[in-house]
């Protein structure tokens, strides 16, 4: 494989991360209020925007694969710039379409951008950093898109107050405008791509060389246990709170702020003090994982004391999310930049579309799962997630020996002063091993 100028030469690289905010802006400001802002938006009832929703969803995430391919045919860059024109575009005829087939055609193109924009993301932090600057890199990104996120939801929050259900119509058009500044911004970037002769000589192969990378697919596995911990945090612990402690619903929301703030304030601090113990990727995700377990058997021991005072509920709750969100600190850049560095990059698009999966399935089957186990008994979730985060970090462990060095291990990387200098070797990436 030809060698690449190192990450620190590339021009623009800053974009990512501030792109990264105001994705973040005009995520936070409709997925909080998703069923009242589209049923004010569009018109339609509760029931059946849910029941849309739910369909486009399905029907995007099978979109996936299509654009993982075009991702390794066409560069990261160029598809991203189709999702952000797709999610303007969307946004910007949710007020006007008030008919079921308008909604469901708009809801299902921007779904399929929604699902799809991850994967191309992580794939173009692969294109433009190695390393222990990927490390770096997606540390930030997560910080922004966090801080990004709480202001989106502060921000339409506030817009509806003073405007009513006016406020939703400003909010998609909001949503619109915030896409395509994050469009403009990531303009400068100048990603580096594989050599044309071994991106031909790969892409041929399709999915069945995903499919054929065992140690892969286990990383990909094991992420989909992980993701559920993820969705318990916005979909479990309401519940948890009303039905099983009967305390206000208001302290969930409480949680939600509050994971949101320490991810966007303590996210980089906590991601550089972990690449500096030198650890494993494999390690520090199954160490975040560990830490979501952690958090989970004091939700069953709250559970099972269920404190009648809300001040002592909500101290209670305060301090068990804290728990969790260091736990979601440490897993999430390790894992989401293992899964990168694993991929050969030639064919990374279609590597990310698979990892992407793990993603959607678990929000996906998360709140029927939830729901149904919360009915037998409020600590049987909790329960259940302890043992796919214990099951998620053996996965990781056994497989690690498996993985390229270089993704398991982050290695610095040198940088190239000026277009004369010679470029930073860069890491072969090997053909599939098989666990």
Not at 95 to 121: E, G, I, K, N, W
Not at 339 to 345: D, L, N, Q, Y
Not at 393 to 421: M, S
Request: one cysteine or more; charged letters at 10%; hydrophobic letters at 55%.
């Amino acid at each position: 494989m030809t060698a690449k100028v190192s990450t620190g030469a590339l021009p623009g690289r800053w974009a990512l991360p501030v792109t990264a905010a105001v994705n973040g802006v005009a995520t936070g400001m409709y997925v909080p209020f998703t069923l009242v802002f589209f049923h004010h938006v569009t018109g339609l009832s509760f029931t059946v925007v849910g029941a849309v929703l739910t369909a486009t969803g399905l029907a995007g995430l099978a979109l996936l694969p299509l654009v993982g391919t075009a991702v390794d045919r066409c560069g990261a860059k160029r598809v991203q710039y189709a999702l952000y024109g797709v999610r303007v575009l969307g946004f910007a005829l949710y007020p006007f379409a008030h008919s079921l087939p308008a909604f469901a055609a708009v809801a299902l193109v921007t779904a399929a951008a929604d699902r799809a924009f991850p994967a191309v993301q992580q794939t173009l932090l692969g294109e433009v950093a190695r390393g222990a600057e990927l490390d770096r890199l997606q540390a930030a990104n997560r910080a922004l898109q966090n801080a990004g996120y709480g202001a989106g939801a502060l921000t339409a929050t506030l817009v509806i107050a003073f405007a009513g259900g006016t406020g939703y119509t400003w909010t998609a058009w909001g949503n619109a405008l915030c896409f395509a500044l994050a469009a403009l911004l990531l303009r400068p970037l100048r990603p580096v791509r594989a050599d044309g002769d071994a991106q031909g000589r790969r892409t041929g192969a399709g999915y069945r060389l995903v499919l054929a990378d065992r140690p892969f697919l286990v990383v990909t596995g094991a992420n989909f246990l992980n993701a559920l911990n993820y969705s318990a945090l916005s979909v479990l612990v309401p519940l948890f709170v009303v039905e099983w402690l009967h305390g206000p619903a208001a302290l969930s929301g409480a949680a939600f702020t509050l994971n949101t703030v320490v991810c966007a304030v303590a996210g980089v601090y906590v991601g550089t003090r972990v690449r500096r113990t030198g650890a494993r990727r494999t390690r520090a995700a199954a160490l975040g994982g560990a830490l979501f377990a952690l958090g989970f058997a004091a939700q069953i021991v709250l559970g099972t004391v269920r404190p009648g005072s809300s001040a002592v509920l909500g101290t209670a709750l305060a301090a068990v999310v804290l728990v969790h969100t260091l736990g979601e600190l440490v897993h999430s850049p390790a894992a989401e930049v293992l899964a990168v560095a694993a991929a050969p990059e030639e064919v990374r698009g279609r590597y990310m579309a698979a990892y992407q999966m793990s993603w959607s399935l678990a929000k996906t089957v998360a709140p029927s799962l939830f729901t149904a186990l919360l009915a037998v008994d409020g600590r049987v979730p909790w329960a259940v997630l302890i043992v796919t985060s214990a099951l998620a970090g053996a996965l990781l462990l056994r497989v690690e020996r498996h993985l390229p060095a270089e993704a398991v291990r982050p290695v610095p990387v040198a940088v190239a002063h000026g277009p004369g200098a010679p470029a930073a070797p860069a890491p072969s990436s090997p053909a599939p091993a098989t666990a």
